[in-house]
């Protein structure tokens, strides 16, 4: 079974930054279909933007602001979020496929997830 840890969350006020994590222990994330997903108060999962093999799609909400990008070995995940909203406030998902090399924003067509970090942005 693949584990997905996510960290990096925390407090920030609006127009600050974070950069969260995720890592898988004893993988890499090649050949795995990556995706960030959060979910605000009250809210259904929300698609933030996926990974696959160094290319990224983005959710229309966050791109400019948010980049997906891996470290060198390939076994860590970041999500930077730049420009920080209130909006953007909400629990981040770390979440995978194994060998789907098309992107998907559907929660369905991820069968690997993190326990979440919550992300809050203050006015």
């Known amino acids: 079974q693949v584990q997905l840890d996510e960290s990096g969350g925390g407090l920030v006020q609006a127009g600050g930054s974070l950069r969260l994590s995720c890592t898988t222990s004893?993988?890499?994330?090649?050949?795995?279909?990556m995706g960030w997903f959060r979910q605000a108060p009250g809210k259904e999962l929300e698609f933030v933007g996926s990974?696959?093999?160094?290319?990224?799609i983005y959710a229309g909400s966050v791109k400019g602001r948010f980049t997906i990008y891996t470290d060198n070995t390939k076994a860590t995940l970041y999500l930077q979020m730049n420009s920080l909203k209130p909006e953007d406030t909400g629990v981040y998902y770390c979440?995978?496929?194994?060998?789907?090399?098309?992107?998907?924003?559907?929660?369905?067509?991820?069968?690997?997830w993190g326990q979440g970090t919550q992300v809050t942005v203050s006015s």
């Open positions: 979440a995978g496929q194994f060998g789907r090399r098309y992107y998907s924003d559907q929660v369905r067509e991820y069968g690997h």
């Open positions: 004893g993988r890499t994330f090649n050949n795995y279909a």
């Open positions: 990974w696959i093999g160094g290319d990224t």
